[in-house]
């Protein structure tokens, strides 16, 4: 199946830093690719949407000045924490969606394996 | 706006038994309806997914699911699990296009097999 790699794997930085995350699709143009946060012993929420080549769109009570996204390409969307502290540690998941290449297919969602942020 | 709600978020079979994990979502419409598996440090795997047409919807690894409209359930089930099916299972709803325009997932249910 389809592949979605995330890097880095794990990050730590110290607060007040930037750090950004990649998402990549490894064989297919993903025209839409979504950004979540898993908090421990919860479910992910859905942070945005983020769609080649136009702004994102985000969720409601996410702040777009602190989370930003980028799609630049079919194949690379990047997150970016910018002036991180420590209620930014999280795990960062990203999923790309594959749309349907025949009219008989559904599109498929694929998840990337996550990034562990933790700022100290 | 949609919902879902895993009610156990813990629990324990012994391995070759039956298992069976509730879901229950609310949704104004006919949902697309999901469930996603996660072993530690891993992302997520699609298990089966519902669309429409037939109730009973086989996944993959053994996992199927069966739609309830009446029930507004989706509860995943496997007749004899294997240690290996550890791990943390999300049932969630999707709307949108295709159904994956706006994903909301469940808290999770963490699966523990015991020898």
């Known amino acids: 199946g389809a592949v979605v790699s995330q890097h880095p794997s794990r990050v730590i930085c110290k607060s007040g830093t930037s750090v950004k995350i990649e998402c990549r699709s490894l064989?297919?143009?993903?025209?839409?690719m979504f950004w979540y946060r898993q908090f421990p012993k919860k479910s992910l929420m859905l942070m945005a949407t983020s769609n080649e080549g136009s702004k994102a769109t985000y969720e409601q009570g996410v702040e777009k000045d602190k989370f930003l996204i980028n799609h630049a390409s079919l194949t690379l969307s990047t997150l970016t924490v910018t002036s991180a502290h420590p209620e930014d540690s999280s795990f960062y998941i990203c999923?790309?969606?594959?749309?349907?290449?025949?009219?008989?297919?559904?599109?498929?969602?694929?998840f990337g394996p996550g990034t562990r942020l933790t700022v100290l | 706006a949609q919902s879902v709600t895993q009610p156990d978020i813990h629990i324990t079979v012994s391995e070759g038994a039956s298992l069976e994990l509730r879901c229950n979502y609310s949704y104004g419409a006919t949902p697309y309806l999901f469930w996603y598996v996660q072993s530690p440090g891993q992302g997520l795997q699609l298990l089966l997914k519902y669309f429409s047409g037939d109730t009973l919807v086989q996944g993959i690894k053994g996992f199927e699911a069966e739609f309830k409209r009446s029930q507004s359930s989706f509860n995943l089930r496997k007749p004899s699990v294997h240690w290996s099916d550890a791990a943390e299972y999300f049932c969630a709803v999707g709307a949108g296009a295709g159904g994956y325009q706006k994903v909301t997932f469940g808290i999770g249910t963490k699966l523990q097999v015991i020898p």
């Open positions: 999923s790309a969606r594959d749309p349907p290449r025949t009219a008989a297919r559904t599109d498929t969602q694929y």
């Open positions: 064989d297919f143009q993903a025209t839409t």
